[in-house]
């Protein structure tokens, strides 16, 4: 069998289509808590990052319908209170409000984000039995 080697991949984001990017800069460094410049909205040394690029035209923004265009996992539930409150107090729209999922292995709590073009961010965490 051959051994197959593979380089780690660090980091990762989402690339946004936005329809003011002068508002969505604002908004990801007031509300999201984001480090903010004319390349990157990141968070955490990239444990959440995006590239906002100001689209062409207002229709050629589509956040995804029904679900998340982005998904982060944070350490526990006790850290993602801690991440609601701080979003929610900073005037992050609430797309979803916490909740807690029971399955076999354990619990999974989530709740969302939304930004002016309606793209929506979620945040979750585990909790093992």
Known sequence: MVEVMRTKVENSLT?????????????????????VNEHWAIRDNFGLGFKLLQAAN?????????TWNTYAYVKDHHALNCLYEELKSNGAMIASEPQVT??????????????????????????KK
């Not at 690339?15 to 480090?35: H, I, M, Q």
């Not at 207002?58 to 029904?66: A, H, K, L, S």
Request: proline share 4%; hydrophobic share 25%.
């Open 15 to 35: 690339v946004l289509l936005v329809s003011d990017f002068e508002k969505s800069k604002r908004y990801y460094e007031n509300a999201l808590g984001c480090e």
């Open 58 to 66: 207002r229709e050629d923004v589509r956040p995804n319908q029904g």
């Open 102 to 127: 029971e399955y076999d292995w354990g619990t999974w709590k989530d709740f969302s984000v939304q930004d002016p073009d309606g793209y929506v961010i979620g945040f979750g965490s585990g909790s």
